[in-house]
């Protein structure tokens, strides 16, 4: 990620319009900012949510509330709780996908 002659931005998420994404359960509300090619996104995901796809895009990910579940294709799970986040790469690493029972809000860069 490089963040190339980019002034100094401030973002007024109030102001960011939400796109709604349905899961294979659930949905997803998006607030997303893009400068370049670098993705930042503000993400609630619903109760009962399930990713409709596996993901093998990199992503630095924080999750802000909630509960998430981080799923690898290769079968491993791991639960994050409000102020953990995790890291992957575009390389090496298995897809992922998300889920949750109880729903989240995330910070996510991509």
């Not at 796109?19 to 607030?31: D, M, V």
């Not at 709780?81 to 729903?103: C, I, K, L, W």
Request: charged share 25%; hydrophobic share 35%.
């Amino acid at each position: 990620m490089e963040l190339r002659l980019s002034p100094f931005t401030l973002t007024d998420w109030s102001m960011v319009p939400e796109i709604r994404y349905p899961g294979t359960n659930g949905h997803a509300l998006w607030k997303t900012v893009e400068l370049g090619d670098i993705r930042i996104r503000k993400v609630e995901y619903s109760a009962g949510y399930l990713a409709d796809h596996w993901c093998d895009r990199g992503h630095i990910l924080l999750v802000l509330d909630g509960q998430l579940i981080s799923e690898l294709k290769d079968g491993r799970r791991y639960e994050l709780t409000p102020g953990m986040s995790y890291q992957v790469s575009n390389f090496g690493d298995p897809a992922h996908r998300s889920s949750t029972e109880t729903g989240a809000r995330l910070f996510i860069i991509d």
